[in-house]
Structure formats: structure tokens, C-alpha cells
């Protein structure tokens, strides 16, 4: 029997892949823009540290993880998000003495054992910034141009973003108790999911996909109600410099982002579009995750934009995700021209001119409908007679115009 690709994984094959290189490409640019730097971290880390960096009581280390022991018997766990291992690289190479502040990106692959859906994967990929030691509201804002500035570039539109601010240590835990005050009587009226985290987590029963047209939770307290001084302070300032920046967004009190560690700000990306509806990237402020994992106190601030959902939002807005990237130049040759042939292809590859040439010992006419089905932009046929005189035809493939040429001045033509 053969061998398939394990459930919830996918090949991203050769027509796909140029859309990929598009995003990542852009990404990297717009990042870059923002004097980011790219930092690579292990796919897989100590459990611990998802346990500690991501927190105990969330739904992805109670379920979803790729945890495993090694030979030598410690727990392993792929990885299901990137900040954890960002922080915990941060911490160990002692990046925090380059100065603050510290602006980070990746791209990265995650692993999560979940129901899967259209747009979801256990093996799924992400894109995100880390910015450490601001706790100032323009650190906030500045992720949230960066996006705008990356869909922007991509040409995306009706990605909407929604904001809201989750508090601090100061006021969550008083908002806690009148949440769970008010949520108690109407346990049993909500998904399972939620009473399991009614005790662990509360703040997700917020944002839960079964619950959310229900009267309980349209109508429960929320903590943008609820902030101290300082969190309504940072809140107001970092709406103020959208509105200055004229960035739009809508206050969603019912955001909660699903991971432990955030405080103050979150906001997500969400999709306008019918059919590709949901959330395309999640960010937020994490002031107490360097802490916890044995930093001192530093604040910072971040996002992860989901690949695949962002490719979908683009193939449902119609965007033309190319398919296979064409080649300049095949080159069509016979076996008493072939070590010439692959000459000349290897000068013009050195060159930036991509080219190919008979790798099959194949005929005229199988060689002809070869340079078709790689789109070849140009041809050359390359025979003995060719070779002697230096007098070659051009061709251009989708018109089947021809030009004389020297073959010594093919380069210069294909340039
Ligand atoms: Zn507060
Ligand atoms: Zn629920």
C-alpha cells in the first residue's frame, strides 16, 4: 500500500509555491521597512517551556500538543506557536543587551493536534514580529501599521481590524470574579468547552466559536469596562495614534486572544470576505511572558499571522497566485551538440538568465513541446551548422517571432 502524508499535513507542491515566496517575500520586505530582523529557533523544545510560556490552563497545552520523549526520556514538544521559543532564545543568547528596542520577525512552521478545517492544519505555518522592551502604546501601533503596511503591499482589502484591551495583574484578577460571578448560574447552558474553562481559563469562554450568538455572552461583563487607570490610559492612547494615522478599527470587547501570558492590548486581523470569514492574525501585548520564563521583567508586544488562511483570503479576493515560474531560454540541441548545449545554459544561469536544455535524449518535436510545457519565454535550436557559423534564430515563444542573432550576443538579447 502506499504512503500518504499524515493527516492534517500537506504538500505545498510546484504550482504553490510561488505564492508562498510571494507572501514570505513581502513579509520579509515590509519587515524590514520597520528595521525588524529574522531570528530561527529548533522545531522542537523542552515541554516545559510551552507549559510555562504558553500557560497551564489554555486549550493547546491541555489538548493540542506534539509532546514526546526523547531517547533519553525528557519531553520534547513540537512546537505550536513561536513566541515561547523567540523569548526563550532571547533569554539564552542574551539578546537583551543589544539595546531596546528589540524588533524581531520569523517565519515558521507549528504543530498542533486539532479538528481540522478549510484553512486549518496540525502542521501550519506562521509569520510574526516580536518587539521587546517597549511598554509604551506606540509599540503597539507599530505592529498594527507594520500589518496594514503588509496587506497593503499585497494588495489584500476588507481585512478589518478589531481591538480591545484584556487589562493587567492590577485589574484582570477583579474582573475575573465578576466575570465568573455573572457566568456561574448559566453554566449549564453553555458548550462543554466552556465549563471546562470556566475554572481554568474564564476569559476564553468569551471568544468561544459555539457560544458566541448566545445572549449570556453578548451580554456579559467585559473587561475594556473594567481597567485600572493605567490600562484605560494605554488604551486611550493607542486608539488616539490610529486615529492620527487614520488606522481603522472597531473596539471588540469580546476579544481575549487564546494564550495566558497577554495583558492590556490584543487585537486581530479578521476577514470581511464571505466564504474565508475568521481571523488572519493575532497579536498582542505580553508584559509578564519574559518574566515568567526567568528574564527580568520586560514588556513586549506581538503578532502571528497564519499563512495558510492569508493565501485563501487572497485566491477568494481573486489575486493571481502565479503557478509555475516560466523559464528564459530553452535551448534545443542534438546529441552531437548536447555538451555545448549545457555550456552555454550553465554561462547564462551564472548570469541570472534561467535556462534549460535536453536532459531526456529526447526528439525535435518531444524537445519542442518540452520548452511549451515550462513556458519557455525564448528558444534557440542549436545544431551543428548553428555552432560553426554562430548564426542562430531567436525565437520568441508566444508570438513565434524570430530574430537572427550572433550567438555570441545572446546574452546581452536575454538580459
Ligand atoms: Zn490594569
Ligand atoms: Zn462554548
Redesign the pocket.
Known amino acids: 500500500m502506499q504512503i500518504k502524508a499524515p493527516k492534517g499535513t500537506k504538500d505545498i507542491l510546484p504550482e504553490q509555491t510561488p505564492a508562498w515566496q510571494l507572501v514570505e517575500t513581502a513579509f520579509c520586505k515590509t519587515c524590514h521597512n520597520y528595521n525588524f530582523q529574522e531570528i530561527r529557533t529548533p522545531t522542537f523544545e523542552q515541554t516545559e517551556l510551552f507549559q510555562r510560556g504558553v500557560g497551564d490552563t489554555t486549550d493547546i497545552v491541555q489538548k493540542e500538543m506534539y509532546t514526546f520523549p526523547d531517547k533519553a526520556g525528557r519531553s520534547m514538544t513540537l512546537r505550536p506557536e513561536g513566541t515561547a521559543g523567540v523569548i526563550r532564545a532571547y533569554l539564552e543568547n542574551g539578546l537583551a543587551s543589544a539595546g531596546t528596542p528589540l524588533k524581531l520577525y520569523y517565519i515558521l512552521n507549528n504543530f498542533r493536534y486539532e479538528k481540522m478545517g478549510k484553512g486549518r492544519y496540525r502542521e501550519f505555518n506562521q509569520m510574526g514580529c516580536e518587539l521587546i522592551g517597549s511598554s509604551e502604546p506606540t509599540a503597539d501601533v507599530e505592529l498594527i501599521s507594520l500589518l496594514y503596511s503588509f496587506f497593503q503591499n499585497l494588495g489584500l482589502k476588507n481585512i478589518k481590524l478589531k481591538i480591545n484591551s484584556i487589562g493587567c495583574p492590577n485589574c484582570k484578577p477583579a474582573y475575573a470574579k465578576i466575570l465568573k460571578d455573572y457566568l456561574r448560574p448559566h453554566l449549564n447552558e453553555?458548550?462543554e468547552?466552556?465549563q471546562d474553562r470556566f475554572d481554568r481559563n474564564p476569559f476564553r469562554?468569551l471568544d468561544?466559536k459555539?457560544?458566541c450568538d448566545s445572549d449570556i455572552i453578548k451580554n456579559a461583563p467585559l473587561q475594556k469596562d473594567y481597567l485600572c487607570s493605567d490600562c484605560q490610559k494605554h488604551h486611550n492612547r493607542v486608539l488616539e495614534q490610529l486615529d492620527e494615522m487614520d488606522l481603522e478599527y472597531e473596539i471588540d470587547g469580546h476579544i481575549v486572544r487564546g494564550l495566558d501570558y497577554y495583558s492590556r492590548t490584543v487585537f486581530e486581523f479578521v476577514s470581511e470576505n464571505v466564504g474565508t470569514q475568521g481571523t488572519i492574525c493575532g497579536g498582542g501585548r505580553y508584559d509578564g511572558l519574559i518574566e515568567e520564563l526567568g528574564g527580568s521583567s520586560t514588556p513586549a508586544v506581538g503578532f502571528a499571522l497564519g499563512v495558510e488562511r492569508l493565501l485563501l483570503e487572497m485566491e477568494s479576493q481573486n489575486h493571481e497566485l502565479a503557478g509555475i515560474a516560466p523559464t528564459d531560454l530553452y535551448i534545443l540541441s542534438f546529441p552531437d551538440t548536447i555538451n555545448q548545449a549545457a555550456k552555454i545554459a550553465y554561462q547564462l544561469r551564472n548570469q541570472g538568465i534561467s535556462a534549460e536544455y535536453d536532459l531526456m535524449n529526447r526528439s525535435f518535436k518531444a524537445q519542442m513541446k518540452y520548452a511549451n510545457r515550462i513556458k519557455a519565454k525564448y528558444l534557440i535550436v542549436l545544431g551543428a551548422d548553428e555552432l560553426k557559423t554562430k548564426k542562430i534564430k531567436l525565437k520568441r515563444m508566444v508570438d513565434g517571432f524570430e530574430e537572427d542573432i550572433n550567438l555570441d550576443s545572446l546574452q546581452a538579447k536575454l538580459k
Open positions: 453553555l458548550c468547552d466552556c469562554i468561544c459555539i457560544d
